[in-house]
Every structure is written in structure tokens, then in C-alpha cells.
């Protein structure tokens, strides 16, 4: 089956898909992006993930493409293309194609990417591995929050996580504190059975799986506490995870060279697992009945 993409206004192959060589993402990543994950040919999280876009792209001046609805439409028209069931789409916005120079073009047209994949969604509260994670310096920009397609920290931190045997880096600031995955939010649950995860500044993104494992919490009667902790404070920590639209809910049983708990995941983090993958499967009929 081949894959179909859209490209400001037009649907392709998605072997032909092209964007201009000055185009401003392509040149500077001037732009910002969503991935959106797909289940039973529903959007998961759709609002916040369209509210957050629309921040993403109001904190860098970016005209937004399109209206929400006609938006909202290409995307269903994207999923039905591609003829999958679960999977998930990735939206991107450049300010446009101008000639080559670091200011704001005059004048320039958004440029709207739009593509889809197929992804296999099993049942991973049924899996009883974990994840490794390793430390590393932060060096990204100070304005993480913005969903932006400049990701070359991130894709270094990746790497090295992947060379060390890794499925994840955790990143850390200046004064030694968590600040996130290279591509997941990072959670622990401490001794007095706390959710800790960081609150939301410049330094990490407002993850939308973040927000609802939030509510999930809530609603199993954990309590979470919005707040920086330390390298230290996950190797000494009773469970530990962390998050994504495409990771849903992974957990960390070693960070560094330190097993975290008997070095399997924890009650607390496969309940929330669990009722994540619930959340997501009845997450679809609940769209259809608005």
C-alpha cells in the first residue's frame, strides 16, 4: 500500500513529495510541527494538540495555513488516504519559501506538510521489560516549550542513548535537574509513592500524553507533584517512566549504570499503563459521540 501526503493543498505520492530548496525550515528550521497519534482512524488528543500548534506557531510569528476546521479535514482526508487503522500523522509549518536571509521575509506563505504512517499498536501493559536511560547535559535552546523542528540537540542526545545500549536520554540543566526526554516527558514516583514529574516552563515541552497521564493519575487517586528532581533523586526513586504520543507510557528500569527497583516495572507505572491503553481505545468512540 503506498503512503499519500499533502503538500499545500495538494495530495501526493508521498515517493514525490517536494518542498522548495529556500524554503525556511529547510534552511533555517524556521518552523514547528505535531505528531498525532492514530487509533481506529481517530485522531488521539486532537485539541491539545492543535491548541499547542497554534502556541508553537504564534510564539515564532508564524502565520497559521489554514483554519482549524479545513485543517481538521485535511488530516481525516490524509488518515482515509492512507488507508490505516492505527498509526499516527505528522504535521509541519515553515514560514515559507524566500530568499535566503536570517530576518523575517516581507512577505512569505506558510508552508503545510502533512504525512502518515501506519504504526502497530499492541498491548504494551502486557510487556514486562523496561527501558534503559542514560544522562546527558541539556543543550538545547531556552525556548523548549515551542514545538519546533530544530531538533538537532535532540537527535545527538537520541543517538548517544542508542549507542550506549539505550532507548532514551534524559537531559539535565545547569543546576543538575531533569529536564526532560529527547523526545518524551520524564516521570518518577518517589518513595512515599509521589508522581513527580517537572513543571511546565521554557526549559520542557507541555507534552500532551504528559497532561492526560496527569488526569489518569488523578482519577487512580496518585498524587502528583509538578516539580524538578535530580539524577539522584531517580536512582533513589521507586519507579520511573516516561511519556510520548509515541512511546504512550515506557518504563525505566535503569538509568546510568544504576537498576532502578528490582529492575522491572512497577505497580504504580504499569496501572497507569494500563489505563492509558484503555484511555486510548475508548478514546475513539468517545470522539464519535460528541
Known amino acids: 500500500m503506498s503512503r499519500v501526503s499533502y503538500v499545500n493543498g495538494r495530495y501526493y505520492p508521498h515517493k514525490e513529495v517536494n518542498v522548495h530548496v529556500e524554503d525556511r525550515g529547510y534552511q533555517f528550521a524556521d518552523g514547528v510541527y505535531e505528531v498525532i497519534l492514530v487509533k481506529n482512524r481517530l485522531l488521539v488528543d486532537e485539541i491539545p494538540h492543535l491548541d499547542r500548534l497554534e502556541r508553537s506557531l504564534e510564539a515564532l510569528e508564524i502565520a497559521c495555513p489554514m483554519k482549524r476546521q479545513a485543517l481538521k479535514m485535511v488530516l481525516e482526508e490524509v488518515i482515509d488516504r492512507n488507508k490505516f487503522k492505527d498509526g499516527i500523522v505528522y504535521i509541519q509549518i515553515t514560514r515559507g519559501v524566500a530568499r535566503r536571509d536570517h530576518g523575517f521575509p516581507k512577505t512569505s506563505k506558510p508552508t503545510l506538510v502533512i504525512t502518515a504512517r501506519p504504526l502497530k499498536i499492541t498491548d504494551k501493559s502486557t510487556e514486562n521489560k523496561g527501558a534503559k536511560v542514560i544522562t546527558l547535559p541539556d543543550i538545547r535552546w531556552k525556548r523548549c516549550d515551542i514545538k519546533s523542528v530544530s531538533l538537532l540537540p535532540n537527535v545527538l542526545g537520541k543517538q548517544a542513548a542508542r549507542t550506549a545500549g539505550a532507548q532514551e536520554a534524559w537531559q539535565y540543566d545547569e543546576e543538575g535537574f531533569i529536564t526532560e526526554g529527547t523526545s518524551t516527558n520524564a516521570w518518577i514516583l518517589d518513595h512515599q509513592d509521589n508522581l513527580i514529574t517537572r513543571y511546565l516552563d521554557q526549559a520542557i515541552l507541555s507534552g500532551v500524553t504528559r ?77 464519535l459521540m460528541r
Open 211 to 287: 497532561l492526560t497521564v496527569i488526569n489518569l493519575a488523578e482519577s487512580e487517586g496518585i498524587k502528583v507533584v509538578e516539580k524538578p528532581f535530580s539524577i539522584d533523586d531517580v536512582k533513589n526513586c521507586k519507579e520511573a517512566f516516561f511519556t510520548s504520543s509515541t512511546s504512550f507510557l515506557t518504563p525505566v528500569t535503569q538509568i546510568d549504570d544504576t537498576v532502578i527497583g528490582d529492575g522491572s516495572p512497577g505497580k504504580f507505572t504499569k496501572k497507569l499503563l494500563f489505563s492509558y491503553i484503555n484511555y486510548i481505545n475508548e478514546r475513539p468512540q468517545n470522539e
